[in-house]
């Protein structure tokens, strides 16, 4: 069996593609999917996990049901962007299986513990408020995961680094700045894959990528392509966010980091979930806060699409 993987998902057009592609993947084992509010409703997130999984073959990987509002603040999903559904609203039918009783954020606590230290790969592409609240009520959590792969934030470290959700904050991060705060801060091994390197258009799906996922004679790849139909009518392409950040647990040597301190602005009025990188190479060692994360600020482009693509296409 491959690496241990938890999925914290939003679902969301992008995590349902991200779900594909980690079921799509022997190299890792998924423990579980935890679903969290952010692009749609925590009721939504969770039939939407149900049914992908379902359609992918994989309805044994238990659904953990989380979190329903931020930390801090009101929820606002974007069905405007994932569809009324949260997938496009490509007609996928009625889960045949049910979600666990037992809550995402108890069962993040078990089988952290449960398994031993640096066995278990978090990759949460949605809001942070689940991982959160499991590292509130148990601190311990961020040490004995082997790291925390997110997708979340706008580093500044290039024009696309900015925000999606407001000109300063990407939605992740956006949806529950508090909760991103508490991660950041909590120690943990932190891979943060933001809109510097997701919304780079040489890692867009468009033209004849998008049109022969459409061909591919897969499943896989006739779903995406009809989800994705939303984002290139909308767009005239689609960015994979959470697919580029999973990638990172299977394709580690296509991507490039570097450490930084990072927080996040939680009560601007302007600039509320901002994520702030401070990037000032020049700071004499001893003014500066030790790292806290590894940002991402560089990848094979031309590698990771293909990666991608044939991993979707692969059933
Ligand atoms: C993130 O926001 C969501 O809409 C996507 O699913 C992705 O996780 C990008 O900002
Ligand atoms: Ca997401």
């Keep these: 069996m491959g690496r241990k993987v938890i999925l914290d998902v939003d679902p969301g057009i992008d995590d349902a593609i991200a779900i594909i592609l980690a079921c799509n993947s022997p190299e890792i084992e998924i423990l579980g999917v935890t679903t969290v509010a952010g ?21 044994h990987i238990p659904v953990y049901p989380g979190i329903s509002k931020p930390i801090y603040g009101e929820l606002h999903t974007i069905e405007s962007i994932h569809g009324e559904n949260g997938l496009g ?15 995402a954020v108890d069962f993040l606590r078990e089988i952290v513990a449960s398994e031993k230290p640096g066995e278990i790969t978090l990759v949460a592409t949605g809001p942070l408020t689940n ?5 509130l009520l148990d601190p311990s959590i961020a040490r004995r995961l082997s790291s925390i792969i997110s997708m979340g934030g706008a580093f500044g470290t290039n024009l696309y ?20 705060k508490l991660v950041y801060q909590s120690g943990a091994e932190l891979y943060l894959f933001g809109l510097d390197v997701t919304m ?8 004849d ?54 927080d996040v602005e939680i009560c601007g009025d302007v600039t509320r979930g901002e994520t702030v990188a401070d990037l000032r190479d020049w700071l004499p060692p001893n003014l500066k806060k030790p790292p806290n994360a590894k940002i991402c600020i560089d990848l094979k482009a031309k590698e990771l699409l293909d990666f991608i693509f044939s991993r979707i296409i692969l059933k």
């Excluded at 609203?89 to 809550?103: A, C, I, Q, Y």
């Excluded at 680094?161 to 991103?180: I, K, L, M, S, Y």
């Excluded at 767009?235 to 991507?255: E, N």
């Design 209 to 262: 990528l998008y049109r022969r996922l459409g061909s591919s004679g897969s499943r896989c790849g006739e779903l995406v392509y009809r989800m994705l139909h939303r984002f290139i009518d909308m767009f005239g392409s689609a960015t994979i966010h959470d697919p580029i950040a999973l990638s990172y647990v299977l394709r580690p040597h296509l991507f490039d980091f570097r450490e930084a301190y990072v």
């Design 161 to 180: 680094g900015c925000g999606n959700q407001t000109p300063r904050a990407e939605f992740n991060v956006a949806t529950d700045p508090v909760a991103a």
């Design 89 to 103: 609203d490509v007609g996928l039918p009625d889960p045949n299986t049910s979600p666990r009783e037992r809550h």
């Design 200 to 207: 780079r258009p040489d890692v867009s799906i468009k033209g």
């Design 131 to 135: 991982v959160a609240t499991a590292l």
């Design 39 to 59: 692009n749609v409703s925590i009721e939504k997130a969770t039939r939407n996990a149900l049914r992908i999984l379902e359609y992918v073959g994989c309805s």
